[in-house]
């Protein structure tokens, strides 16, 4: 929000105030102030601590003035220059210039009403409008054919007003000749951030009251007309509201003989300042109007509507859409509508898009004499839906989308009214009408003094929380010791009960001053801290991985079932699963919510592999799965981990390091496992359409399956555009994941004594599993077996036929003595004859 010094101070008296004070100010009442743009005005001196960013031009005042142009003389050697005889009010000079706007008066002699405009004598520094952007240049002297000139006649762009350097500025013509333009119109522009619960200070008006508050000075608001009902525009035109939800109310009023002329310099010199483009004075009116009250208005052609009725009374209507319905808006987007838009319509179709933008059928002409002005409210969700789905922004739908009070409307109207008559002139048509069918709820809310104190941290008088709250529109009073407030009517953002006492609270404290309130101690105990086990498991998880050479990842839940298809060979997806739908997604590839995981992290590594061939990630996210008969799904957490490329990088030693493979994924999982804690964790072989056959597992936690691992199916990789590696990936339940990890386990104490060793190889059939097989050696050894080391599998036709031969190293240990040779072979032969009796396994001999 560009927020005109000049057009504030209409409104609320700023004297002596400084340009930092009043930036300060509004910055402290919640409306943050990025920059400071001076347009002639002076900048704090450079070199002192300043706390904001100033820019633009400061007009230095003996050089940069008001004058008055006396004749536009022919130029003896060019056709398309002037020489203009100006008055400076020190003495008559000669002008040279090619503006096109005094074109129209060359040639006639002495001007019986001089023009006034802005003179910048030899010496000043202004911006070169001939150079792109803002260049700084120094008037001097120049001969241009063959007449000398050391002055100019200035355009916006080279006061730094504007970009529009098509024509000089003609001032209004009761501007005092001599006075220093920067006395006359120096101004300053502060780019306002506006939060979107104070969408009613997106208005000169809005701000105005804010600074009135925040400096306690008194707010003077300009006056329209006076808004009577009346017969006579409801012979000219009807009204029909269709969904009273979506067009809460809509006024219309309606001016006749009036002339779309230019609108007064001061007028267009704000609207410029405020970055908006001045067109003729009946547009200018309804866009003044927009920014100062932060009500969007809309003028349609009233002669136009007839001609579209055929000569009958037109009548408006607001409404949905029409299946397949077009409407073409005033900046040439054709749009092709939605059932779900709103649009202002006629007999014959739609006008504009309802809150967003005019069309172009019925819009302000050049010869426009007759004025159809529209005041109205919308359903900001569904202008924001609505500008969603068209991408179209605008300073109304910008309004509107945060919603606007329904009483603007009236004060917006009648003051939009009245500047058309006074720059367009014309005669108002008797009446108005307004179509009120859903007035919001007025919030009245009650607040004590204890209340304010409690939750502020300071005693504030009530007759000051009193004096705050009507100067920023609210009706109070106070009875005893508490104070009532009923919300203005350009509010929508304050709610009944405990939320409104909120609201009121921080209208206090950011009036007051949050600089003015002491830091003081908490006075109520805080709660004893508990631990959410979930979200603690969830950092140690991705602590563990981390630190095991893994990257987190954050990822998009939105997908579409196209995508999540891509991890099936063929795309072969199940058409009976259900998604969860999204009524307004982002974009076409992301409708619905996520069932799976794992084609997350196959576009993450696909993505990525395009700048680095090693990748090791992991993410811990939720799923999607929706439940029959009930609105919200059921979310589970996934923890899905991808790996590709080389496990080290390569170097002078080893210039082709080896692929990661099925083991380094797995071995990845044990660390995570053995770092939980987590009781009996088993692989078992498996198959599933998204893994390479036989190079698949399934994991167990006990008996409970936790997930799957394993490498990606060739045919699932010609889905996705990766190189010529394998890809391993695992996606596990990380709900399941944190419910069996053992978040308290024992510790024990390390044995005094030495540890002995021996290795052992034992035939047995090739389908035993060798996590099933350790087991066995585990089990049968006993307490002084401290660890069993698979070292070595062999196959030879010699063992036998389906047969291999698996070599342990076994570690024993004692806490209460060293052991012996004898030791060693009572616990050998346990685990042999327990292996023989399970698996008929034989002890290996060569």
């Given at each position: 929000m560009k927020a005109v010094l000049s057009w504030i101070k209409e409104y609320v008296d700023l004297e002596g105030i400084s340009l930092e004070e009043i930036a300060y100010?509004?910055?402290?009442?919640?409306?943050?102030?990025e920059g400071i743009k001076v347009?002639?005005?002076?900048?704090?001196?450079?070199?002192?601590?300043?706390?904001?960013?100033?820019?633009?031009?400061?007009?230095?005042?003996?050089?940069?003035?008001?004058?008055?142009?006396?004749?536009?003389?022919?130029?003896?050697?060019?056709?398309?220059?002037?020489?203009?005889?100006?008055?400076?009010?020190?003495g008559v000079h000669t002008v040279l210039t090619g503006a096109p706007n005094l074109m129209p008066y060359k040639g006639q002699g002495p001007l019986a009403q001089p023009l006034k405009v802005a003179y910048a004598r030899e010496g000043s520094i202004i911006y070169d409008g001939h150079q792109p952007g803002q260049v700084l240049s120094k008037l001097k002297k120049a001969v241009i054919r063959g007449v000398e000139s050391s002055s100019m006649i200035c355009s916006e762009k080279e006061l730094g007003i504007s970009d529009e350097h098509n024509g000089v500025i003609i001032l209004d013509a009761d501007a005092p000749t001599g006075m220093p333009l920067a006395d006359y119109m120096g101004d300053a522009v502060f780019e306002v951030s506006t939060l979107p619960n104070m969408v009613r200070n997106t208005a000169m008006m809005g701000i105005a009251r804010e600074l009135a508050a925040g400096f306690k000075r008194e707010l003077h608001l300009p006056k329209g007309l006076d808004l009577k009902p009346g017969t006579e525009i409801e012979t000219k035109v009807g009204l029909e509201i269709r969904n009273p939800d979506l067009n809460p109310r809509f006024m219309l009023g309606m001016v006749e003989g009036t002339q779309a002329k230019p609108s007064p310099y001061w007028v267009q010199r704000r609207l410029a300042l405020a970055g908006m483009r001045p067109?003729?004075?009946?547009?200018?009116?309804?866009?003044?109007?927009?920014?100062?009250?932060?009500?969007?208005?809309?003028?349609?052609?009233?002669?136009?509507?007839?001609?579209?009725?055929?000569?009958?009374?037109?009548?408006?209507?607001?409404?949905?859409?029409?299946?397949?319905?077009?409407?073409?808006?005033?900046?040439?987007?054709?749009?092709?509508?939605?059932?779900?838009?709103?649009?202002?319509?006629?007999?014959?179709?739609?006008?504009?898009?309802?809150?967003?933008?005019?069309?172009?059928?019925?819009?302000?002409?050049?010869?426009?004499?007759?004025?159809?002005?529209?005041?109205?409210?919308?359903?900001?969700?569904?202008?924001?839906?609505?500008?969603?789905?068209?991408?179209?922004?605008?300073?109304?739908?910008?309004?509107?989308?945060?919603?606007?009070?329904?009483?603007?409307?009236?004060?917006?109207?009648?003051?939009?009214?009245?500047?058309?008559?006074e720059w367009g002139g014309g005669r108002v048509v008797e009446g108005i009408i307004d179509q009120y069918p859903m007035p919001p709820e007025v919030a009245v809310v009650?607040?004590?003094?204890?209340?304010?104190?409690?939750?502020?941290?300071?005693?504030?008088?009530?007759?000051?929380?009193?004096?705050?709250?009507?100067?920023?529109?609210?009706?109070?009073?106070?009875?005893?010791?508490?104070?009532?407030?009923?919300?203005?009517?350009?509010?929508?953002?304050?709610?009944?009960?405990?939320?409104?006492?909120?609201?009121?609270?921080?209208?206090?404290?950011?009036?007051?001053?949050?600089?003015?309130?002491?830091?003081?101690?908490?006075?109520?105990?805080?709660?004893?801290?508990?631990?959410?086990?979930?979200?603690?498991?969830?950092?140690?998880?991705?602590?563990?991985?981390?630190?095991?050479?893994?990257?987190?990842?954050?990822?998009?839940?939105?997908?579409?079932?196209?995508?999540?298809?891509?991890?099936?060979?063929?795309?072969?997806?199940?058409?009976?699963?259900?998604?969860?739908?999204?009524?307004?997604?982002?974009?076409?590839?992301?409708?619905?919510?996520?069932?799976?995981?794992?084609p997350t992290m196959l576009e993450l590594l696909e993505y990525n592999t395009k700048f680095r061939d090693s990748l090791a990630l992991f993410e811990i996210g939720p799923v999607f799965l929706p439940i029959q008969d009930q609105s919200l799904p059921r979310e589970s957490n996934h923890l899905t981990i991808g790996m590709t490329g080389t496990r080290d990088l390569s170097t002078w030693l080893d210039n082709d390091p080896r692929q990661?493979?099925?083991?380094?994924?797995?071995?990845?999982?044990?660390?995570?496992?053995?770092?939980?804690?987590?009781?009996?964790?088993?692989?078992?072989?498996?198959?599933?359409?998204?893994?390479?056959?036989?190079?698949?597992?399934?994991?167990?936690?006990?008996?409970?399956?936790?997930?799957?691992?394993?490498?990606?199916?060739?045919?699932?990789?010609?889905?996705?555009?990766?190189?010529?590696?394998?890809?391993?990936?695992?996606?596990?339940?990380?709900?399941?994941?944190?419910q069996k990890a053992q978040g308290n386990f024992k510790f024990q104490s390390l044995s005094n004594f030495p540890t002995m060793s021996e290795d052992i190889a034992v035939i047995v059939d090739e389908s035993l599993p060798a996590a099933e097989l350790e087991d066995a050696i585990r089990q049968s050894g006993g307490k002084l077996l401290v660890e069993v080391r698979l070292f070595d599998i062999y196959r030879d036709p010699k063992l036998g036929e389906g047969k291999k031969s698996m070599a342990y190293q076994l570690t024993y240990q004692a806490t209460d003595r060293t052991l012996g040779v004898k030791d060693a072979e009572t616990i050998r032969n346990r685990i042999v004859r327990y292996l023989n009796h399970q698996y008929n396994a034989v002890l290996r001999s060569a």
């Open positions: 100010k509004l910055t402290m009442l919640g409306l943050e102030v347009v002639g005005l002076s900048k704090p001196l450079e070199g002192g601590k300043q706390q904001f960013r100033f820019e633009g031009l400061a007009w230095d005042p003996e050089k940069i003035v008001v004058a008055q142009v006396n004749e536009v003389a022919i130029h003896p050697n060019a056709d398309k220059l002037t020489l203009c005889q100006v008055d400076d009010g020190n067109i003729d004075a009946l547009v200018d009116a309804t866009n003044y109007t927009m920014l100062d009250t932060g009500e969007p208005l809309h003028a349609f052609d009233y002669d136009t509507l007839m001609d579209r009725s055929s000569g009958a009374k037109p009548k408006i209507i607001t409404r949905t859409a029409n299946p397949d319905e077009k409407l073409q808006l005033l900046d040439g987007t054709q749009l092709s509508l939605d059932p779900q838009m709103v649009v202002v319509s006629d007999t014959q179709g739609a006008l504009s898009l309802a809150g967003v933008m005019g069309g172009v059928q019925s819009g302000i002409l050049p010869q426009t004499s007759k004025v159809l002005l529209e005041a109205a409210s919308w359903n900001l969700i569904n202008i924001r839906k609505t500008c969603s789905k068209t991408r179209i922004s605008s300073e109304a739908s910008y309004r509107f989308s945060r919603g606007v009070h329904p009483g603007l409307a009236a004060q917006a109207l009648s003051l939009c009214l009245r500047r058309l008559l009650s607040l004590s003094d204890q209340r304010i104190e409690r939750f502020l941290g300071i005693a504030i008088p009530l007759a000051e929380a009193e004096d705050i709250l009507t100067r920023l529109g609210f009706e109070c009073r106070i009875e005893g010791s508490q104070i009532t407030a009923k919300s203005p009517a350009i509010r929508l953002d304050i709610e009944p009960g405990l939320i409104g006492q909120a609201n009121l609270l921080e209208e206090i404290s950011r009036v007051y001053g949050y600089d003015k309130i002491p830091a003081t101690r908490m006075a109520h105990e805080l709660p004893v801290q508990r631990g959410n086990l979930d979200v603690d498991m969830s950092d140690r998880i991705r602590e563990i991985l981390a630190q095991a050479g893994l990257q987190d990842t954050f990822t998009y839940r939105q997908t579409s079932p196209e995508r999540e298809a891509a991890i099936f060979p063929n795309r072969d997806s199940n058409p009976e699963e259900k998604y969860v739908r999204i009524k307004n997604p982002i974009t076409p590839e992301r409708t619905v919510m996520r069932r799976r995981t794992l990661v493979d099925f083991y380094d994924l797995k071995a990845v999982l044990e660390v995570l496992f053995s770092a939980l804690h987590l009781p009996k964790v088993t692989f078992k072989s498996a198959s599933d359409p998204s893994f390479h056959p036989g190079k698949c597992a399934q994991i167990f936690i006990g008996e409970e399956c936790l997930g799957l691992m394993g490498e990606i199916h060739p045919m699932v990789k010609t889905n996705y555009n990766f190189k010529d590696v394998p890809i391993y990936a695992a996606e596990l339940d990380a709900d399941l994941l944190i």
